[in-house]
């Protein structure tokens, strides 16, 4: 004869589990709540793709220079001035970043390490944005991924007449905002 469960231990059990349930789904959707501000500095990368990234996330700032390598960032070197300056007022959760093309072959890690632990000291997390797959940046790519942070995958947006800036910065835009 088969053994009967009582009805309560079988209310018990299922509010159990409820909450169990219950407390893991509220922790995946806190974790998948997307960041409240969302600044981006680099490049011309970022030149690019700021007013793009402006149209897809809300609150967002940004600040590009055309031709600017990490070390200006890491320093505020005179090409850079007062770069990003405004991240401690406008306090971002993520802070993208798209540097390391005009590095050239050699580049500094430690200029990478600077901007990074600048934007942790500020309470952000970073996120690195990869130079598109086309761009020939070995060394750039392997300084990334040793810094430990997340990053956007090189997008396959196709490139213009240069060989280095996307004929239109909208795709890659999308693929960014959608990895948020």
């Given at each position: 004869m088969p053994r009967q469960i009582?009805?309560?231990?079988?209310?018990?059990?299922?509010?159990?589990?409820?909450?169990?349930?219950?407390?893991?789904?509220?922790?995946r959707s806190a974790d998948s709540t997307p960041p409240k501000r969302v600044a981006l500095i680099g490049d011309s990368y970022a030149v690019g793709l700021g007013p793009q990234l402006a149209k897809l996330l809300s609150p967002f700032q940004y600040e590009g220079h055309v031709g600017i390598g990490t070390a200006a960032w890491a320093s505020h070197a005179a090409t850079c001035g007062t770069c990003g300056d405004w991240l401690t007022t406008f306090?971002?959760?993520i802070v993208l970043v798209s540097l390391g093309v005009n590095d050239g072959a050699t580049p500094s890690s430690a200029?990478?390490?600077a901007i990074v632990q600048?934007?942790?000291?500020?309470?952000?997390?970073?996120?690195?944005i990869e130079p598109p797959a086309a761009?020939?940046?070995?060394?750039?790519?392997?300084?990334?991924?040793?810094?430990?942070?997340?990053?956007?995958?090189?997008?396959l947006t196709p490139l213009g007449a240069d060989g280095l800036h996307p004929v239109s910065y909208a795709p890659w835009a999308g693929e960014i905002a959608k990895t948020l």
């Open positions: 009582p009805w309560k231990v079988v209310a018990l059990g299922s509010a159990v589990l409820g909450t169990i349930g219950a407390v893991v789904f509220s922790k306090k971002p959760d200029n990478y390490q600048n934007v942790h000291g500020g309470g952000a997390r970073v996120v690195w761009v020939n940046t070995p060394a750039v790519r392997a300084v990334i991924a040793s810094l430990g942070v997340a990053t956007v995958p090189a997008t």
